[in-house]
Structures are given as structure tokens and as C-alpha cells.
């Protein structure tokens, strides 16, 4: 992917003004015209252990060895991890995030888009994707791509903990004419076509795709992973602890 | 004005969303593609007296007689008024916000622009524009046209209790530069064309007049009006109690 510059990383704009301590919002428009604003805004990318959805204090528990934390926005997981004793490195496609985690002490950043991501085998032991970010794999072709690229990257025994929402645990009847639309052009009812404003900041448009357990079951058939478990929420959000099956040989030949 | 249809009346939809117990947020947009999101979203236009600002406690303190309360939302003054015994007639241009101000027991509640306010000579004692509601003046012209009007329709001792923010105390240069752009084109520093966006409705672009104390005292001039007293807080947010000078004439002639 080619880098984001500073006036199209909209996300890391409103983390900076966050870790400024200026008033921050986080505003998502979908191609559908539909907007929304976080309600907590971009304070939540640095949320300590103490206010984080319960469904992730679980899911950290799970961490084991060397990680790499995708998404890591403001570090707040990365942070966590390394001061526990991991060894961590946070990606994240925006350089202002990335910014903002060297400055609050993570030792290890890279600015790095998923799609990005290689890394030589038995490089983790863990790959968390923490506060939905399932949803970077973007879409159903893309994340089986990704997921065969993460089994040779990871140890035998390796884990990806991946927190999501299922798309159709909703009400909302926007939402669900968007999943109408969705599978009309062909895509996976919860692939949301997005795109993050902050002030006068516009984002890049991009996939986010939030998907049902049996969809997240189907994306990772013949990858060479299957669910260890799920950890369920009150509500529609989950996290997949995702098992590696090491003598699983998959097709993918990484460059 | 003409009446908003249900699609462009994203501030109502916000406001019976919320009362319905909905996730809702309030987004604006102004005219240089600037993006904000209320921290409280619509949440705040129901908050409790308990809840209220400093500012708007001690103001409404001075509220006596029968009441106007001008973008009157979901009725939080209005209601508190109410309870306590006064004459109290809301009024918004939104026909959702209404209807959810009847739906919560607001006896006297109609659906009306502030520019098509217009009463018989002493119908109330007390004109309040609480949050911000100074604002709906939109302009320096209007806001001196409908004072002058509004003190017609007062009784001898008729004050106007309205809540503003300054402007100009801000640090964020995207707000510096649209005061300059502002007054390139002719007007004031803090007239900002804006526009609600909720989920997939928006609303009608208006303006809202933010001023100093010194442009609120420049607007009063030669109206009938003076500043009582101003009541700060610790911040730009600021309430002034308007009182009336019963023996002005004023050159307005009410239809």
C-alpha cells in the first residue's frame, strides 16, 4: 500500500489530537451515505486494562510469546503486553499512530498495512487483531489470503486472536439494507465500504468487514486454522482465539 | 419557513432516536468541510437539571413569568420549567423534536422558526435560548431584527436569557481560519454554516451566530436591549441575562 500521507491519515490525525489532549471525535461515513461517531471518539484507542470490554481482558489471557499486534492504533494493547513481559511489535498503516506509540513508550512500531505484512516463518507466536480488527482483513478473499500468509509466519502452535461483530445481530434498518446492498454487488453483508473524517481530515476509503461466526468459520476452512474458541460479549461483538493446525500445508507460496 | 420534511429533519431524527433508547450521535458539518461530533450526542438535549452546566443553573435563576424557550429540542428547560410551576411554551423548527417534547408531557409545544416567531404585544416575560441558542439569530441583521421584535412581544420588565460561546477563544487553527474566511466574505467571525448529519438524513444548511460579548453588546445597540449581566464559566460558554428597556421605541413594526 502506498504511505498516507499526513492529510489523508484522517485516523491519525484525531489519535494525535487525542494524545494532545484536545477534544477528539472519530466520525465514520459508509458508501451508503450513512454516518456515525464513535461514542467515546478516539479516547478509546487509549483505554487502559481497567476500561476495556471485558470479551478482551479475556482474550489477552490467551497471548503467549512473541506478538504482533495489527491495527495498533494508540498501542493500548501493545503497551499492555509489553509492559507484562512480551515481546511486541504494533503495525498500523498510519504513521501519526504510529507516532503516537513511540511516544508513549512501545519499543517496537512499524508503520505497516496488512496487506503488507510478511515476515519470515516462525516469526510470532501470536497475531492479535484486538477492538474488531478482524475487520482489516477487508474481505473474504483477502482474509483467506492473509491467514495463509500468518500460518507460515507463525511458530507451530501459533494463535490469532481476532475481535469482531457479528453484522446481522441488529436491528437498524440502514444496517440491514446496507447488507441487502451488499450482497446485491456481490460482497459479504457486513464488508463495510468506509471511510474515517476528523475535522477537515478525509481518510482513505477502505474495506472493514465484520462478519457472523459461521462466516468467520467458512473464511478460515482448508487454511490451516480452525476456532479453538469464542469468547462472547453481552451484545453482538466476539473474539475468535483461532488454533493453528501446524502440519497443515497450504498452497500459498510467499515471495 | 417552510416546514421540514421527516428526511431533512436530522435533528429531530437524532432526538426521537435518542428518546427511543437508541445509540445516537450528533454530527456537524460546516461549510469548509469541517467535521464534529458532540462528545454527550444527542444525550445532552435530554440531560437533567442535575446534569445542566453551571451556567445554564445560575441563568435559569432568573426566569420569571410566562416563558418562551426558542429551539426549545427535546425540552429539557422547558420541562424543568414546567415542573416548577411556569407558563412555558417551547418552540423548534424541528417537527420530530416537538412531537418528542410532547411525547415526555410538554403541555405548550410548537413546531416554529425562529424567524417566524411572532406574538401579540406582551406575551411573555421571559425569552430563553439556552445551549448555545443564541445562535439561531444567525446573523448580525436577523439577530437585531428579531430582538426588536421580541421586545414587542415582551412585557415591560421583559428579559432575554440566551447562551453563547466566544468565538475567537479557541487555539484551533481550522476554527482561525474560518473566521477569516468568514469575514472575507462579509461576515461574522463566528457565523458558521453548518448542517446536522444523522445516520443517513441531513439536514438543511443554517446558520448559527457565535459571538463575543463585545459583538453580543454591538448587536444590542439601539434595539431596546441591554446586557444586564453576563454569567461566565470556566470556559468560552457564557450566558447573558437581556434585559429590556421598556420605554425604547423601536422602528419595527409588527405585521
Not at 503488507?116 to 487483531?129: A, E, G, H, L, Q
Not at 463495510?192 to 473524517?197: A, F, K, Q, S, Y
Not at 457472523?212 to 473474539?239: H, Q
Amino acid at each position: 500500500m502506498k504511505k498516507l500521507k499526513p492529510e489523508e491519515d484522517a485516523f491519525g490525525q484525531e489519535i494525535l489530537a487525542c494524545h494532545k489532549g484536545e477534544r477528539a471525535s472519530e466520525i465514520v461515513e459508509r458508501d451508503d451515505g450513512y454516518f456515525d461517531a464513535s461514542p467515546k471518539g478516539p479516547k478509546m484507542y487509549f483505554s487502559e486494562y481497567e476500561d476495556w470490554l471485558l470479551v478482551e481482558k479475556k482474550a489477552i489471557e490467551f497471548v503467549k510469546g512473541r506478538v504482533l499486534d495489527i491495527g495498533c492504533g494508540a498501542g493500548r494493547h501493545s503497551l499492555y503486553l509489553q509492559e507484562n513481559g512480551f515481546d511486541v511489535l504494533g503495525i498500523d498503516n498510519s504513521p501519526l499512530a504510529i507516532r503516537v506509540c513511540k511516544l508513549r513508550g512501545l519499543k517496537k512500531a512499524e508503520v505497516m498495512a496488512i496487506e503488507d505484512v510478511n515476515f519470515k516463518p516462525d516469526s510470532f507466536d501470536t497475531i492479535i487483531m484486538m477492538g474488531n480488527n478482524f475487520g482489516l482483513f477487508g474481505s473474504f478473499k483477502r482474509a483467506r489470503r492473509l491467514v495463509k500468509k500468518f500460518h507460515k509466519m507463525t511458530s507451530r502452535n501459533g494463535l490469532i486472536i481476532a475481535s469482531t461483530r457479528d453484522a446481522y445481530k441488529t436491528d437498524n434498518p440502514d444496517h440491514l439494507e446496507y447488507h441487502r446492498l451488499n450482497k446485491e454487488r456481490g460482497r459479504m453483508g457486513g464488508q463495510l465500504r468506509i471511510r474515517i473524517r476528523f475535522r477537515k481530515y478525509v481518510g482513505r476509503w477502505f474495506d472493514y468487514l465484520i462478519v457472523s461466526k459461521k462466516e468467520m468459520k467458512e473464511i478460515l476452512k482448508e487454511t490451516g486454522w480452525k476456532i479453538k474458541e469464542f469468547i462472547d460479549s453481552d451484545d453482538s461483538e466476539y473474539v475468535a482465539i483461532i488454533q493453528k493446525n501446524p502440519t497443515f500445508q497450504n498452497d500459498l507460496e510467499i515471495p
